[in-house]
């Protein structure tokens, strides 16, 4: 059990929790050191004083009974208190209202050890003490807040409200920093599946600016290497081509009675593998990936493939998606290809999983070992010691739906399928939503 499982793993939702957690944790310590000092304290002190008065009033009142009157009134008048002395009552009813002072309780029981005493705290914000002694009831009638800090709760609103203030203000300028990279994340991301983005500008903290420029360069060479791979293979196939066509037009040009056959068909294999080199180290240049539906795609595919199998079909619902149509087009043409030279039955299934579509050609022929698996995938590769040239194909098939994949952020994995033959299963991710102030190429 790690810590990493149960915080968030969003860049966002990470900074939020940063700010939160620290927050909490200062306001909840500011109001317990606040409770439980000052306030405490405070409380106490307050409470000390009254009971100090009450023991003044109650010593006066046996030493000093003629002057005990004018220390009443005095008591009255300065606002300190209301004193009422009632004699003969020998019990102490406990006066309506609630209990809210320790500290008050405390000095009480200090002061008067040897007198039974109560207080309660009145509705009107007022608080009454009662005394029992043996002649009689004293009843003392104050504001309460002079035994209690009856404001304190004003601490705790201002500490929360200016701590969500701060956070209010550290979220909105961290949201600025993590938007750029969001930003960032995606672009790098639409690069990767080759497309544009130009709106996409460098901004934020220096860190973010440095890593975009860098970006940015890195798109710039892969660009240069395209073209220059792209025009050197222009060359290459004006180079090819130019001989082939002229021993098509010598055999042409041949006596009937000689049989050229076979040369004509190694011809026209050399033409066709010609052709799929080309298009392997070509790929998809040019075209701009556009939102289409990925079952309607896989339709077309199937239907300019092989028809020498049995083939099912099965689409749950449309998929729409942004796609490069003709490169994927191509993939599904060749995963399907592939399994009609193998199998006899194939099932074509396209399907939607968590964030991604989902392409899964199936069919029942020999199969090949788990092991051999990334094997299929590399280029020229037909899994044939022998390499026998009789069999048509250059096998760059399963290579360039891997490829197609990969330029669409997915990728091609293979598996034993439900028919008993090879199951290959295409993955493509769903479209991520955009962040503001983005947009791709065609928009």
């Not at 500008?201 to 240069?224: F, T």
Request: charged letters at 25%; a positive charge; glycine letters at 6%.
């Amino acid at each position: 059990m790690r810590l990493r499982d149960y915080t968030p793993r969003g860049y966002n939702a990470r900074h939020i929790l940063i700010l939160i957690v620290p927050m909490i944790i200062f306001v909840v310590s500011m109001t317990l050191y606040f409770f439980y000092t000052h306030v405490q304290q405070v409380n106490s002190r307050l409470s000390r004083a009254v009971a100090e008065q009450l023991a003044y009033v109650i010593s006066e009142r046996h030493t000093n009974p003629q002057e005990w009157p004018k220390i009443v009134d005095g008591f009255r008048r300065s606002g300190l208190m209301e004193i009422r002395f009632t004699p003969g009552v020998k019990t102490l009813a406990r006066p309506q209202g609630s209990d809210c002072c320790d500290e008050l309780g405390e000095e009480l029981k200090i002061r008067f050890p040897d007198l039974s005493w109560s207080y309660r705290y009145l509705p009107d914000d007022l608080l009454t003490i009662r005394l029992l002694s043996e002649d009689g009831l004293l009843e003392a009638r104050m504001d309460r807040k002079r035994v209690i800090i009856i404001n304190a709760h004003i601490f705790i609103v201002w500490t929360v409200s200016f701590s969500l203030l701060l956070l209010l203000i550290s979220y909105l300028f961290l949201r600025n920093q993590v938007r750029s990279i969001v930003q960032l994340s995606w672009a790098a991301d639409a690069f990767g599946r080759g497309e544009d983005v130009p709106s996409f500008k460098p901004s934020s903290a220096i860190e973010v600016r440095k890593a975009a420029r860098s970006l940015l360069r890195m798109r710039n060479r892969i660009r240069r290497y395209a073209d220059q791979r792209t025009a050197m293979l222009a060359g290459v196939s004006h180079d090819l081509r130019t001989p082939l066509t002229r021993l098509k037009l010598e055999l042409a040009l041949l006596p009937k009675d000689h049989d050229a056959s076979a040369a004509k068909a190694d011809i026209e294999e050399m033409e066709r593998m010609l052709d799929g080199y080309l298009a392997f180290a070509r790929g998809e240049e040019g075209e701009q990936p556009q939102q289409a539906d990925v079952a309607a795609i896989a339709r077309e595919a199937i239907a300019a493939a092989t028809t020498r199998s049995k083939l099912d079909f099965i689409a749950t619902a449309p998929v729409s998606m942004r796609v490069r149509p003709l490169a994927l087009k191509r993939a599904i043409s060749n995963l399907a290809n592939n399994a009609a030279d193998h199998g006899k039955q194939i099932r074509i299934t396209v399907a939607t999983a968590p964030g991604e579509a989902v392409i899964t050609v199936e069919d029942d022929g020999p199969g090949i070992p788990a092991e051999c698996y990334e094997d299929a995938f590399r280029p020229f590769s037909r899994l044939d010691p022998a390499r026998n040239q009789n069999v048509s194909g250059v096998g760059l098939g399963l290579t360039i739906a891997r490829d197609i994949a990969r330029a669409h952020g997915g990728d091609v994995t293979l598996g034993k399928s439900e028919l008993g033959g090879l199951r290959a299963v295409m993955r493509l991710p769903l479209d991520t939503e955009r962040p503001k102030g983005l947009k791709h190429e065609d928009d």
